[in-house]
């Protein structure tokens, strides 16, 4: 999530991939979106918040806009400790409500089996969510973030089909090493550069996306910056929060938002971390 690169490094433009539309069920008076828990065995007040809100949101529907995991290095995991764990649980929401799954950064080797086995229906980024008088573009954030250029060449790498048999191809313990490797790599670029140097959405390719989509409001996680932003006239961002209950006692701010959405197009920020406290 670092910027680096320089101006001319950038990518003139991204194109709008290829757009799933996803129409609201009859029932549905209110959808929560969140994403970016980071799910890991080491945060296990995070893990417990999001399942107690899964299990007893008022919401029909919860779409999770990637990240829901720190990491996952194939869907071989799930069949044992703690991501079978949370795969017993997710399968137990599901069962309950309707439950969406985008690929984030950090988990966009979950595949169609576990999401198969926990009862998730696949989001692909983008999705057009068409609620109420509304249609809402739905994207985890990292293909908007043009100005972090070398992850924009890492992406496009580990996307490729390739490269992600090769990975998978390996033994379950050497994926585990090789994920922890890469995430402290992260860890210590992110120490070294500061969050004031992380890249953000590229307002102009947003608003292309926008445009394309014939929609008006975009949602989005990916940048850990919660807000709400009025990108141009008529057209608006929310940027969902990140997800962490587990850092307190080390001064990490206490975050555990979920965005509402209501049939009538009313938006809300439900602030679980303040309930919680």
């Known amino acids: 999530m670092t910027a680096s690169g320089t101006a001319d490094d950038r990518p003139a433009s991204a194109p709008l991939p290829g757009l799933h539309r996803l129409q609201a069920l009859p029932h549905w008076r209110s959808v929560d979106l969140l994403s970016d828990l980071h799910l890991q065995q080491d945060l296990p007040a995070t893990a417990a918040a999001l399942r ?76 057009l969510l068409e609620f109420g008088t509304e249609r809402f573009l739905l994207t985890h954030g990292d293909a908007l973030c043009l100005a972090d250029v070398d992850y924009q060449r890492f992406r496009l790498q580990v996307r490729s089909p390739q490269w992600q048999r090769q990975f998978l191809a390996q033994p379950l313990g050497q994926r585990r090493q090789i994920a922890a490797q890469l995430r402290q790599a992260s860890e210590q670029r992110k120490r070294d550069s500061g969050p004031e140097a992380y890249a953000d959405v590229d307002t102009a390719c947003a608003l292309r996306w926008l445009d394309e989509a014939q929609a008006h409001v975009l949602v989005h996680g990916h940048t850990h910056k919660p807000a709400s932003h009025a990108l141009s006239p008529g057209h608006t961002r929310h940027v969902l929060s990140d997800w962490d209950l587990d850092h307190a006692a080390l001064g990490h701010p206490v975050r555990a938002e979920v965005l509402r959405l209501g049939v009538d197009g009313r938006v809300a920020r439900i602030d679980l971390a303040a309930r919680a406290g």
């Open 52 to 127: 107690q809100h899964l299990l007893q949101t008022p919401a029909e529907a919860v779409l999770i806009l990637g990240d829901l995991f720190e990491a996952w290095v194939g869907d071989d995991a799930a069949a044992e400790g703690f991501e079978q764990e949370c795969a017993t649980w997710l399968g137990e929401a599901a069962s309950r409500r309707w439950i969406g799954f985008m690929a984030g950064n950090r988990d966009f080797l979950v595949g169609p089996a576990f999401l198969r086995s926990c009862g998730l229906h696949a989001l692909p980024d983008p999705t």
